[in-house]
């Protein structure tokens, strides 16, 4: 069992730019999310997936915001443009089940710095 | 405002005592679960409880929970410094379909 594995680990880009995070699962697992964690908002649910569909999207910031799902294997978070306060560590995890009950499998995240 | 919230904020113990972390919440909840995050990872899970139990164990962690209070603790008995890490819970409510992390509390455990 490799976990989910995201890349970038670090990220650092300038203001305007486009960044894409990318998330593997582990193999089997049906359900998706993306988290946002900072200092001052601490871990924020941005959406999650189950079997590859958008559940909920409601704690996407903005419309620069966008994350899609192509297949079970692969997901992506994309900010364009990119801000200042985008910077955050970005975090994928899985999850057999959804949220029925089932432990979420984190990532390492990646670390985003927007300057 | 967060669905569950941590106290206290942070903790510091010496290696071999016993390390309390308590979580408070405001809404109804399926389960509840607690996380640790060590300094530049993801988190990693370490005991759920639903709400129609009491009390849970896992090794050195027992986990209560009290749905009339809307409260849980987590106690790791005989630190070692290797405990030393966040620790989060995280609600799965019976209003939403989202699984709500608090702040966490920072235990650090000096040797």
């Known amino acids: 069992d490799a976990g989910v594995i995201q890349s970038p680990r670090h990220e650092v880009t300038e203001m305007g730019q486009e960044v894409t995070l990318r998330c593997k699962p582990i193999?089997?697992?049906?359900?998706l999310f993306w988290y946002r964690q900072t200092m001052m908002r601490g871990l924020e649910l941005l959406i999650y997936f189950n079997n590859n569909v958008p559940i909920d999207d409601s704690g996407m910031p903005e419309d620069r915001f966008s994350a899609k799902m192509p297949n079970a294997s692969f997901s992506t978070l994309k900010i364009q443009p990119s801000e200042p306060r985008d910077s955050a560590v970005y975090f994928c995890?899985?999850?057999?089940?959804?949220?029925?009950?089932?432990?979420?499998?984190f990532g390492n995240g990646t670390r985003l710095t927007v300057t | 405002s967060q669905q569950g919230e941590e106290d206290p904020q942070a903790l510091s113990i010496q290696e071999g005592e016993n390390a309390t972390m308590n979580c408070s919440y405001k809404t109804s909840i399926n389960n509840l679960q607690w996380y640790r995050q060590n300094s530049g990872r993801g988190l990693v899970h370490l005991i759920l409880?639903?709400?129609?139990?009491r009390e849970k164990h896992s090794g050195r962690l027992r986990v209560t929970l009290d749905t009339s209070k809307k409260s849980s603790s987590l106690l790791i008995t005989a630190s070692r410094a290797a405990d030393t890490a966040s620790y989060f819970c995280a609600t799965d409510t019976k209003a939403g379909n989202m699984l709500t992390f608090g702040g966490g509390t920072r235990l650090m455990v000096k040797p």
């Open positions: 995890a899985s999850s057999p089940q959804g949220l029925g009950g089932s432990p979420l499998h």
């Open positions: 193999s089997g697992h049906n359900s």
């Open positions: 409880i639903r709400s129609n139990e």
